[in-house]
C-alpha cells in the first residue's frame, strides 16, 4: 500500500498569518533599501552603502520568491 501523499501547504497558513503579507513587507524593505543606497551615494558613504546593498539583495531574492509564479500554488 503506497502511503497518501499530501499537498504542499504554506508554512504562514498554519500560524494564521496571511501569506500575501511577506512579499508585500518584503517590497517595501526594499524600497526603503533602495532610498538608503541612493542616499548614502549622495554623501559619499561608500562602506555603508555596500553594507546596503548586501542587505538588499537578500530582500529582493524573497520578494521576487514570493511574488514568482509558483509563490501561492498549494
Keep these: 500500500m503506497r502511503p497518501t501523499r499530501r ?3 504554506d508554512r504562514a ?3 494564521g498569518i496571511a501569506p ?4 508585500l513587507a518584503a ?3 526594499a524600497t ?3 532610498g ?3 542616499l548614502r551615494i549622495r554623501r559619499h ?3 555603508a552603502m555596500l553594507l546596503d546593498l548586501f542587505y538588499l539583495v537578500p530582500i529582493v ?4 520568491g514570493r511574488f514568482g509564479p509558483e509563490s501561492f500554488i498549494i
Design 20 to 23: 500575501i503579507l511577506v512579499p
Design 27 to 29: 517590497t517595501g524593505l
Design 7 to 9: 499537498p504542499p501547504t
Design 32 to 34: 526603503i533599501m533602495v
Design 36 to 38: 538608503a543606497v541612493i
Design 45 to 47: 558613504e561608500a562602506k
Design 13 to 15: 497558513a498554519g500560524t
Design 61 to 64: 531574492f524573497v520578494a521576487i
